[in-house]
T-cell receptor, first 114, second 108 residues
Framework: KAGVTQTPRYLIKTRGQQVTLSCSPI?????VSWYQQTPGQGLQFLFE???????NKGNFPGRFSGRQFSNSRSEMNVSTLELGDSALYLC?????????????FGPGTRLTVL | ELKVEQNPLFLSMQEGKNYTIYCNYS?????LYWYRQDPGKSLESLFVLLSNGAVKQEGRLMASLDTKARLSTLHITAAVHDLSATYFC????????FGAGTILRVKS
């Protein structure tokens, strides 16, 4: 089975711009979660999508949004970028139905905001 | 709010030595995960621990879970250089809540 893929892998933007990141889950997985990793805050949960619906949400401002398509692919959008949004953004997929949901992580998108 | 604490945050070990990384968490959960991250890379799943008393071993790494003490340990036996990486524990509570990570450096 192919693993989780994320595009693009690297991105450089300037403050005030917006950005869209993409995540394709493992085939058959219906849940996609997004995490932000920074040196200062560590790994933090952004949100989870399951069957095209946002199922859970972390404590991030409304500038961070996402969506999921019928094929389970997910996109994350960050508007009005700030310097502090520079981070590694990881998505993880799971089947979303089991009692526990082992999450498999993609390679990440490294976003640099100048 | 669920909090996860790892210690130590940095560990420098000699090859061949043993050591343990500790992961404490603040609320009841019986689902705990260990991940490895190499510099600039993503998270690689090491262990999934799903019940009290669970013990899993892979090579020189062994993980255990004590849900009553809210404690998981990752034990490293006879460390080798290839184990150098950052190790995270994460507790599942509708999302994964991660510890800060333990940077492990194994010196030859």
């Amino acid at each position: 089975k192919a693993g989780v893929t994320q595009t693009p892998r690297y991105l450089i933007k300037t403050r005030g711009q917006q950005v869209t990141l993409s995540c394709s889950p493992i085939s058959g997985h219906r849940s996609v979660s997004w995490y932000q990793q920074t040196p200062g805050q560590g790994l933090q949960f952004l949100f989870e999508y399951f069957s095209e619906t946002q199922r859970n949400k972390g404590n991030f401002p409304g500038r961070f949004s996402g969506r999921q398509f019928s094929n389970s692919r997910s996109e994350m959008n960050v508007s009005t970028l700030e310097l502090g949004d520079s981070a590694l953004y990881l998505c993880a997929s799971s089947d979303g139905l089991a009692t526990y949901n082992e999450q498999f992580f993609g390679p990440g998108t490294r976003l640099t905001v100048l | 709010e669920l909090k996860v604490e790892q210690n130590p945050l940095f560990l420098s070990m000699q090859e061949g030595k043993n050591y343990t990384i500790y992961c404490n968490y603040s609320t009841t959960s019986d689902r705990l995960y260990w991940y490895r991250q190499d510099p600039g890379k993503s998270l690689e799943s090491l262990f999934v621990l799903l019940s009290n008393g669970a013990v899993k071993q892979e090579g020189r790494l062994m993980a255990s879970l004590d849900t009553k003490a809210r404690l998981s340990t990752l034990h490293i036996t006879a460390a080798v250089h290839d184990l150098s990486a950052t190790y995270f524990c994460a507790v599942e509570a509708y999302k994964l809540v991660f510890g800060a990570g333990t940077i492990l450096r194994v010196k030859s």
